[in-house]
DNA sequence: TAGATTGTTAATCGATTAACAATC
DNA sequence: TAGATTGTTAATCGATTAACAATC
């Protein structure tokens, strides 16, 4: 459908738009020009008629762009317009906090199933979610269709259930263990190193960017 | 101690420099060269050497760089050489699993208190962090010292919560609700938008970059 | 039609990589 | 001293912003 390959700054940028425009259909905006939305969004027009023309014209010449239709059409970039299924491995509590996080739906991921090594954990149910034995994890994966595994195990045990999960068939790993995996290219790995984030902010926090307000 | 601004690009890596330099101290390795580290971090060893000479020469010609010496030279540009008291806004399960990860005071972050407005969850504690009636914020926040607060609370109710913390004398606001903060640009946020990581995952998975292995 | 606003090209800015002289 | 490797300058690459002609 499409083929030059665009570049990392704008796919992370898209679902910050995709996230505007919902809201502002929620409010009944029916339309809106660059301009508008880039004091909203704060970074200018240019950037984001650059961005949105990466994927087609998806505005119109002195009218601007219609927000529910091109919300419909981030969306599809994104992905959004299918349904992708989940599972977590690892069903401490931030396992437990991604299976009961039921706004991730809205976006087409579901949580099927939760995993874990841990006896008493196996058989509890979060919001409908069952955990299972690390033992049953292969047939799981392969006769629920599940595309995404959500990796919340300690470093030490990361890696070595990332080459599991691999080996099952899955489609992509996202990695909350504070690890770089090294799995095979044709697994889409992303990363939230929540303790990254946090050094990230005491940094910013000595080093204050001078700015009034 | 320093003035010239950082790139974004480079505190970005800063955090990810540090941990590899740990991983290598618990090895045993006592010195590195910018090649060594390129290959194990993959990344080039000409932006090791501009990364780190921002903030001064930490290595010696022939030699390389002494890694327990630049671990801690690190650690102190993040400010992980000195104690940062934390609360947590909201004691659900995410807010639960930010508390309950210990590792955190391995760099300096301590969770002090967690804040709730459910009945039912006040007086609860994990790993020792009790949780707190919201009433009870603005002393708490002034008589423990605490710099930052993680904000897992509803997208709808985050923005008066933050303007509140701002009010109390927060530093910093881990932000993990589905929204942008608007508040004192002098109050460091640092957004961890879920929803949007796995977003950006959804594309990649149909969207794979040409490469072999 | 006239006005508004996009799509797109050109200019600028910033970040990465390459190259090499300085020096341990 | 000779070899290794940094620190740093210069070259390249990529991303952002500005400008404006195309067009609704």
């Keep these: 459908m499409e ?3 665009i570049s990392k700054a704008v796919v992370k940028r898209l679902p ?5 425009l919902g809201e502002l259909m929620q409010e009944g905006v029916e339309r809106i020009s660059s301009n508008e939305l880039s004091e909203r969004m704060q970074v200018t027009a240019s950037q984001i008629r650059q961005d949105l023309n ?3 014209g998806f505005g119109q010449q002195g009218y601007g762009y219609n927000v529910s239709y091109l919300h419909g059409e981030i969306g599809k970039i994104l992905g959004l317009d299918r349904q992708h299924n989940l599972i977590v491995i690892g069903a401490g509590n931030l396992g437990q906090a991604i299976a009961n996080y039921a706004n991730f739906e809205r976006s087409g991921f579901f949580v099927k199933g939760m995993f874990d090594i841990n006896p008493r954990l196996i058989g509890m149910t979060i919001r409908g979610i069952e955990v299972y034995s690390i033992e049953d994890l292969e047939e799981y994966i392969q006769k629920n269709q599940i595309e995404i595994a959500a990796l919340t195990l300690p470093k030490l045990k990361a890696e070595a259930m990332a080459e599991r ?3 099952y068939g899955i489609k992509a790993i996202w990695n909350f263990a504070h690890t770089d995996l090294s799995v095979s290219k044709k697994v889409v790995v992303e990363n939230v190193h929540l303790s990254e984030s946090l050094m990230r902010l005491s940094y910013r926090m000595d080093h204050p960017v001078k700015k009034k307000n």
């Design 3 to 5: 083929n030059k390959p």
């Design 16 to 20: 910050r738009y995709y996230r505007y």
């Design 54 to 56: 990466n994927f087609g």
């Design 165 to 167: 999960l691999v080996q």
